[in-house]
């Protein structure tokens, strides 16, 4: 065996010694610019057999490593003709003459035929899209073009590729302000974009090691177009109408482009609800306080929450907004081995907003309840979004990353509530009325740094990474409220303000060995230590009627709690692949022990302190039947502790209908799942289908234990639950079950010179509670459909035609006459014309139905908008719009959320019919390329 890898090593060298670099720069025959992406493959000049292949980088460039010889050099790029050339290589590096590719257009008699272009291609594990082969309009945004593509969606303001929520958004392989993928996508013009990439992004450490380390995340990756990358585009741009209200909307997006440095500018002021910013600006509060305790339900405004990822989850709000927001993106190549990106993003909403809330609970008999809401709430949210990448090339064995992110947030919001329980007969049981204000600040940071060594034995690398993070915020809370009870004729009344703080802290290191056992197989070896601490003190004072402060401590109402967590895992990874490099295979598993402590100060002292012993299996597999066609099985294992706030175990009595606490008992759950995925592409019919499938199954399972109250009910700490409230607390229930799954199908319509893409796809959950300690299994069932007609005419008409239905299925072990099956589609069709000389037309209207909901929930409604553009100047630069926004003044929102505890349905004010005429200039200035 040694003499056999001496030998293979000897031989190595050997051959490394007689190598030499051959390069070139591949560019546009028209214009002399540079083409990105060429495929470079080198082939014998005796048999045309394969040698090694690279692809062209943003400048159009390429080496590669040579043995002296005589070879083939093959050039191939969408929608270019294809193209070789001799290559004779002697023992010193060679430097190509300008290789220049010819766009593949064919003459007959006078007639221009061109190839019709290929729609996308799949290589690897990644999906490329050919913009050209997508005609969209000259003002439409990358967002547009997107939609035209099979598999990619835009639900709900979420873009969804294959099935699967896009987390990021990359420019030419470059971070895009962040981790926003809203941002790049609305902002960046789709004339600019020459290709879109869909693929699994993995982590920095999972590229090195060839070992996936589970932080993948579904991305984009924007390639812009050659002759786009030297010069400065974007528009300005102005509006203003009135109906009923004044409307406005003003911004800018900038975008200087010179090779390698890339600098971006946005700015946006309006009211008309549009928002160009993500839940990165929200600072990721969730963390620390633990959703899970009302899991699968929506934070009520005016409810006193626990937890700060309450007040500060925003979102795409409902209601009424005006934003105003800034950001400048930067990404640079400062010389051969550092490369840094960072970007900075301001933005403050204001927003207005009234809802209507329908919640029936799964309960059985007499505890069965209905809870009616009315809200209006006034909110302003101002956030800081601060990221930065340095990476640093130290030699050809050595690298180094440097990744700190920081987010600054304040938050304020206003509400008044009125709700009311009834029993199933219609009875009122208890009712509420309640004013709620809350101002909150927090910050969160983290840096992560990442050292990695590879050795000289090819395959051997070691590799260390750092990551820090703190999450601290602080607020205060001020409720009024008069909570009345029908059947103890009882009215009580609340004056109370809440102080909270929270600290939040962690730290967790990885160390990687990567160890190659033959050309086809190596493993590896890990250690991952992982320390996080959090606290969090809550004080809350009755109002003094006597001297009007709030100096009456509730002892009852007050805690403070902090908590540890930390692991240890050990792992070791094997994988294998074949010859052809047809199936890739791994397999390995981690053994973590894991330590939960706990400490309460007051209102009770206590102590929680447990340990966990766990296995974490994993294992990947993934089989290249073709070219441009496989199939991915992955499966992986992991466990989430229960968050300081579900642990915290303190009254929350906010809104005295609805009562919370925590449960310091609780254990940390188990998940395992299994993802498929499969894609497949044939260029020659230019159809192509794909496939998701993923199945999560969780052990210990932290969900919901309800109690409705029908008497009054003396609980922990002195405090009374009312006939007619409700106490949820979290608790380690049974397993749960969730599937999900999508599949799409893709296909070209010559006659209508349009492209047609299918979908559909069902998603299923199994999911635990206790009402009033009985267990309810709740099992939803959604299946979904759908399909996107996009033209392929040209620049001057652009339609689309859009559908999606969903029909839902809803049933429970307990109140089974509550089972429900209801239904929603939206249906679209947009259409614009560049009609006559400088004229645009541009329409779109869109039917939402909902079926089967609460009574008065049930809706079909028409959304109309409408406009009339001319463009101005020599190279039509300058344009006056006038535009229609629901047009027949029936926009509506209606929402259902569906838990293990109950279903809800949610009315929420929306802005209706508005005028608005615009003035745009759009800039673009390029710089032609010259030969090199």
């Known amino acids: 065996m040694r003499l056999t890898l001496f030998f293979v090593t000897f031989i190595s060298v050997q051959f490394l010694s007689a190598q030499v670099n051959v390069s070139g720069v591949v560019l546009d025959k028209s214009d002399n610019s540079a083409l990105a992406g060429v495929g470079v ?25 040579v043995t002296a010889g005589k070879y083939l050099l093959k050039y191939t790029y969408l929608s270019y003709k294809t193209q070789l050339s001799i290559l004779n290589v002697k023992n010193e590096n060679i430097a190509l003459p300008n290789i220049l590719l010819a766009e593949d257009v064919k003459e007959l008699k006078g007639v221009t035929i061109e190839k019709t272009a290929v729609r996308a291609v799949q290589k690897g594990d990644t999906t490329e899209y050919n913009s050209a082969a997508f005609k969209t309009n000259k003002d439409a945004s990358t967002e547009d073009l997107i939609q035209k593509m099979p598999g990619i969606t835009v639900e709900n303001g979420t873009v969804k590729a294959k099935g699967e929520e896009i987390k990021k ?69 102005a509006g203003y109408g009135y109906i009923n209200a004044s409307r406005y909307s003003a911004g800018a997006t900038v975008n200087w482009f010179n090779g390698n440095r890339r600098i971006s500018v946005l700015a946006m002021s309006n009211n008309i609800n549009q928002q160009n910013f993500a839940m990165d600006d929200l600072m990721g509060l969730s963390g620390s306080s633990g959703a899970g305790r009302m899991r699968g339900g929506r934070m009520r405004p005016g409810m006193l929450q626990n937890s700060p990822a309450g007040n500060f989850m925003v979102g ?18 400062w010389s051969n081995k550092v490369k840094v990106s960072g970007s900075y993003f301001f933005n403050l909403t204001d927003n207005k907003n009234s809802s209507e809330t329908n919640r029936q609970y799964f309960a059985q008999g007499d505890s069965t309840t209905d809870y009616k809401e009315t809200s209006a709430s006034t909110t302003r949210n101002m956030n800081h979004r601060l990221n930065f990448r340095f990476e640093y090339a130290i030699d050809s064995n050595n690298a180094l990353f440097i990744t700190p992110k920081l987010s600054i947030q304040q938050y304020n919001q206003k509400s008044n509530l009125d709700g009311i329980s009834s029993l199933k ?237 925590g449960n310091p008992n609780l254990k940390q759950n188990y998940q395992h799942i299994v993802s498929v995925r499969f894609n497949n592409m044939d260029h020659n019919t230019m159809r192509g289908v794909f496939g998701f499938v ?19 009910t003396l609980l922990q700490n002195n405090v009374m639950l009312n006939a007619g409230s409700q106490l949820t607390k979290p608790v380690n229930l049974s397993n749960s079950l969730g599937l999900r799954s999508f599949f799409g199908y893709g296909m070209p319509v010559k006659a209508l010179k ?6 559909a796809g069902i998603t299923y959950s199994r999911t635990p509670s206790l009402i009033n300690g009985i267990t309810n299994t709740s099992n939803t069932m959604s299946a979904m459909g759908g399909f996107v007609l996009g033209s392929n005419i040209n620049e001057k008409i652009d339609f689309t035609i859009r559908y999606m239905g969903n029909y839902n299925v809803v049933k429970n072990s307990l109140r089974q ?67 229609v926004f629901d047009i027949l003044g029936q926009n509506s929102s209606i929402s259902r959320t569906v838990n293990e505890t109950y279903l809800e349905d949610v009315r929420t004010q929306v802005l209706q019919r508005y005028f608005l005429v615009t003035i745009t200039y759009n800039l673009k200035y390029f710089k032609q390329a010259k030969p090199l």
């Open 41 to 65: 493959v080198l082939l014998k000049a005796k048999d045309s057999t394969f040698v090694k292949g690279v692809a062209t980088d943003e400048n159009g460039k390429f080496t590669m490593s």
């Open 169 to 237: 958004v990359l420019v030419d392989g470059k971070p895009f302000f962040g981790d926003d993928p809203s941002t790049a996508l609305k902002n960046l013009p789709a004339e600019a974009v020459d290709k879109i990439q869909v693929y699994d992004q993995q982590s920095d450490q999972s590229r090195f090691t060839g070992f996936n380390d589970g932080n993948d995340q579904r991305a984009i990756n924007i390639i812009t177009k050659p002759n786009m990358n030297n010069g400065v585009f974007g528009k300005v741009y």
């Open 316 to 333: 795409q709000q409902g209601g009424i907004t005006t934003s105003q927001a800034v950001g400048i993106n930067y990404s640079d190549q």
């Open 425 to 661: 007969d219609g009875n009122a049981i208890s009712s509420l009325s309640s004013n709620y204000s809350t101002k909150n600040f927090g910050y969160n940071g983290s840096l992560d740094l990442l050292f990695q060594h590879k050795f000289a034995k090819a395959g051997r690398t070691f590799s260390v990474g750092l990551t820090g993070n703190l999450n601290n915020s602080d607020g205060d809370a001020t409720l009024i409220s008069k909570n009345s009870f029908a059947i103890a004729q009882d009215t009580t009344e609340l004056n109370q303000k809440t102080d909270n703080s929270t600290r939040n802290y962690s730290g967790s290191a990885n160390f990687a060995y990567t160890e190659p056992i033959n050309d086809l197989s190596m493993m590896q070896f890990t250690y991952t230590p992982n320390y996080s601490w959090s606290k969090r003190d809550k004080s809350t004072f009755n109002k003094d009627t006597v001297t009007e402060n709030y100096n009456q401590r509730n002892l009852q109402l007050s805690s403070n709690f902090e908590n540890t967590y930390m692991t240890h895992k050990v792992g070791f990874d094997y994988r294998l692949k074949t010859k052809t490099d047809k199936i890739n295979f791994s397999i390995g598993a981690e053994m973590q022990y894991a330590l939960l402590t706990g400490k309460q100060l007051y209102p009770n002292v206590s102590d929680v302190k447990k340990s966990f012993n766990n296995l974490l299996p994993n294992a990947t597999f993934k089989y290249n039947f073709s070219k441009q066609g496989n199939i991915r099985i992955n499966y992986s294992t992991s466990t989430t502790p229960p968050s300081i706030s579900q642990m915290q175990n303190v009254i929350d009595n906010s809104n005295p209908l609805l009562i919370s606490t």
């Open 694 to 712: 993923s199945f999560t199954y969780t052990q210990n399972y932290i969900g919901n234990s309800t109690i409705i109250a029908l008497r009054d």
């Open 754 to 759: 349009s492209n047609l893409n299918f979908h």
């Open 817 to 883: 006459q509550q089972n429900n099956n209801y239904y929603s589609h939206n249906a679209n069709a947009s259409f614009n014309w560049n009609f006559w000389k400088g004229f645009v037309f541009n329409t779109s209207i869109d039917n939402t139905v909902y079926a089967g909901v609460s009574q008065g929930f049930n809706q079909n409604f028409f959304l109309w908008n409408a406009s009339l553009a001319y463009k101005f100047l020599k190279d039509r630069s300058l344009e006056v719009k006038g535009s």
